[in-house]
């Protein structure tokens, strides 16, 4: 007997978790007879009562079938549903991110060896050492 008991609360316990879930999702337009805060109090304070209140004069019948105009999906099938390409998947944007990753790759090694170069010389003037054969260097004759 104690069993049933502890299943009937249990039962009483989940309806009124619904109904206070049902009732705190539900747009203003679809509460019937009390506002929400009273249907909430009604619910908090009689569990099984209340639930079963709320469930057949509280809330329109239909409402939860009633949620969006759309249909689901957009009105596409599955398989002919046009999909956003991603970037990774574009042919097009691919080649355009290899071009201009190698010319800037490029520009960006030709500017790294102008510095090396300059930093050599600068190296080499404060050392009084002349520059190596065959870089620009005055020709003293």
Known sequence: MARLYVLLFLAQIVLAVCALISCLSAEEG???ALPRIAWVLIILF??????????????E????????????GGGFPERTRPRPVAPD??????KSVAERSGRDDEELFRRWEDDLRRRED????????????????????
């Open 30 to 32: 679809a509460i019937r």
């Open 46 to 59: 009689f569990p099984l009562l209340g639930s079963i209140a709320w469930f057949f004069a509280g809330r």
């Open 61 to 72: 019948p239909g409402a939860a079938r009633q949620r969006s105009a759309w249909r689901v």
């Open 89 to 94: 998947d574009d042919p097009e944007f691919l």
């Open 122 to 141: 600068d190296l080499r003037s404060k050392e009084g050492d002349p520059p190596p054969h065959g870089e620009d260097q005055p020709e003293s004759r």
